[in-house]
């Protein structure tokens, strides 16, 4: 097919338009570059009336918000989740392995939990303290000026604990918990479980005038219509936008295939597919920023073959898909019968937890080497689909009749409102070279690009770290009178699937080594000096936190050290 | 052309295509243009493509709509906060149908169902009985115990459609008494709740809470990070 070459000659392009993709694009139109942004959804802008989610009423949908054609419902703020219609992947043997994808301007950030946590001393040397995995080639002391600077940037809730692997930043002031959450504090505690105020970026205070600050309808999920909580889009991207005076060019609808080479096979650009006409294009770069999500960026790197990278391009060592690990996750609910019968007044609160307990325990008394963190919720929450199902259900903790109709409907699902507490309990894998993405031999999407298989199993690491959280969760439950809804056992004690935490990371990993390692510490393919990965894909180990913060501090550095070597010409 | 009227095109070409294909008569035209206006929530231009062509088809026959305004009433009596057809349930259950098309055969079968009963018990259609014959009928299949039977199913899986449907409405979210969903300050659970539950933030908590006065000002820190704005 006739690849239709764009004559215009940018400094970058950058593939995505997520938090690290959005952060390269920032720091680097800041500074002076010429910038092709590409996206491969559509345009979007959460205060666009026609685009907007939050502060919708469930009826203002036909189906009252159910998750017919999005995963988590009509107003989540995600186009695409683990199925994007057209856009196929596979999984080998019995692997089960479920990869979310947002088709849309700023990605994932649009829907995510806003959960910003940085990864502490510890979390950089993981080898060094079990014996397991591998450390990154740098430490915590490298990042902290980045993560400071996020904080600055972005904004984010919180507290100083002087934790010393939960390092504190730059916070803004906590909100006051909800009910449910006073009494997870109640019980936690009295299990031994550290509580502390949820560290979201969230705005609960001003930190510039070009973002609103919280109103606390608890929509964050639908992406902040005032800027208030952090999307790469209305955060990162439209900023660059403002300042870039021209310098910055956006590429919606464009699915990149590869990465191209000239004819000494250094890579030059990328290579598209525009969505809009189904031809493709050529984008010419000095450097080439990948940040479309580990598994894209992988994908990508792979399918860019040519004389020079038979294997794909920075892919000598045969690493890149290597390593792929997702967060550990269970989940639990249960019934606390204190919270029946509740005067009613608004509980939205913020778009998360407003409290939570960062890992509390040393694994070396563990018969598990990681640790992970416990999220709750619960509430007063706006009624949506599946708002009365089973509505008397509960009544079985009473020995009561469940079932019937009539005006037991009204009194009982009232008496139930805000009755129940969930508990996501989130955590460390130990990255695997057996659990990777390749390239599917036959496969391909709509747009005719090769795609992925995936090959992922949980290990007894997982399986053992599951059933503590279990049992945590259980006793706490326990200490406040309540009742769990649910046991989970299986050979896996309630795993999640792999990816169903979307978080996975550690395709294109960072190390000194070229031979086990596709980056360097600054995130430079080994292979290549011109192509950087700014994603979660360079992750040597994921830590019991969220990938967030962590990639945007790592984007930060990556950008400012790009600048520093188009300076120096060396690349 | 801005984007809402290149939206609206999309709506009215594939509207006008659709159409042509049902047969349907301007007038049904004028009210499925006004459906598919009536909800607005970000949708991408596909999701309002495939809303269109689910409001542009019907599913239950008026005879079935009936009886499912009549179950739905007796599952959720209408009273001073609210009744069923300002909840927009039979609308809401259509719509399901088509959105969800597992529903169908059961919702189907189950509406046959209740007028076989009720025709072999009381020599007559549901909607034509008492209802204390409708409730007799009900009764037999609303309290499932172990694993359900077919007719039990169908029960509860539209008792869960009824009663969702009216609380996911404006009537059944007044009723309900959620107050969110507006924008405000959080300060916190009220006093006298807090106190009900044995709860206090200035004895459980050591914490600088956001200050409503302040929260407009812009945030600084010193170098250790303290809040001195």
Known sequence: MEIIENKKKYDVVIVGSG?????????????????????????????????????????????????????????????????????????????????????????????????????????????????????????????????????????????????????????????????????????????????????????????????????????????????????????????????????????????????????????????????????????????????????????????????????????????????????????????IPDLMNRKTYNEDGMGNMHLYSPWWLDNKNLDFPRGYHIEIWGGLGTPSYGTGFNFNSLNSFFGLEVGGYGDRVREEVKKYYGSTMGFSTRGESIPNIDNYCEIDPEKKDKYGIPVLRFNYNWSDYERKQAKHMNETIKEVVHNIGGHMLWENGGRDNGLLTPGEVIHEVGTTRMGNNPKTSVVNKYEQLHDAKNVFIVDGGPFVSQADKNPTWTIMALSWRTSEYIIDELKKQNI | MNRRDSIKTIVISSLASGLLLEGCLSKEKKIIYENVWKYKYGRTPEELKRDLELLNQVFFSSEELNKIRVLANLIVPPNKDGNIDDAEVPEFIEFIAKDAPSFQDIFRDGLKWVDIISNKEFEKNFIDCNESEQKSILDSVAFPKGKKNKEEAFFSTFKDLVITGYFTSEVGINDLGYKGNQPNFWDGVPDEIMRDHGFSYEKDWNYKFVDPLKRNDIAKWDDDGNLIS
């Open chain 1, 19 to 335: 938090a690290g993709g959005g952060m390269a694009t920032k720091i680097l139109t800041d500074n002076g570059l010429t910038v092709a942004l590409m996206e491969a959804g559509p345009f979007f802008d959460p205060a666009n009336p026609d685009q907007q989610l939050h502060l919708k009423w469930p009826y203002e949908s036909p189906r009252r918000g159910r998750g017919s054609t999005r995963a988590f419902g009509d107003f989540h703020a995600s186009y695409g989740d683990w199925k994007v219609e057209g856009e196929p992947y596979e999984t080998k043997g019995d692997t089960k392995f479920n990869w979310w994808r947002s088709r849309m301007l700023g990605g994932r950030t649009n829907h995510w939990g806003r959960i910003s946590l940085r990864f502490g001393p510890n979390d950089f040397k993981r080898k060094s303290v079990d014996g397991l995995g591998d450390n990154w080639p740098i430490g915590y002391e490298d990042v902290k000026p980045y993560y400071d600077k996020v904080d600055k940037l972005i904004g984010v809730t919180g507290t100083k604990e002087n934790i010393y692997n939960e390092p504190d930043g730059f916070f803004l002031p906590p909100a006051k918990p909800r009910l449910h959450e006073m009494y997870y504090k109640k019980g936690a505690e009295k299990a031994g479980v550290k509580v502390i105020p949820s560290r979201l970026s969230i705005l609960t205070k001003r930190i510039s005038n070009e973002r609103g600050v919280c109103y606390y309808c608890g929509q964050c999920g639908r992406s902040c219509g005032s800027y208030a909580d952090f999307s790469a889009s209305s955060c990162l991207v439209f900023p660059a936008q403002r300042n870039a005076q021209g310098k910055l060019d956006l590429y919606v609808n464009s699915m990149v295939r590869e990465v191209s080479v000239d004819k000494k096979g250094k890579p030059n650009g990328v290579v598209y597919i525009n969505k809009d006409d189904n031809k493709e294009y050529k984008i010419n770069a000095k450097v080439v920023v990948l940040a479309a999500s580990a598994c894209e960026s992988a994908r990508i790197l792979l399918n860019s073959k040519s004389p020079y990278h038979e294997n794909g391009l920075g892919n000598s060592s045969n690493m890149v898909g290597k390593y792929l690990h997702d967060s550990t996750g269970t989940n639990n609910m249960a019934f």
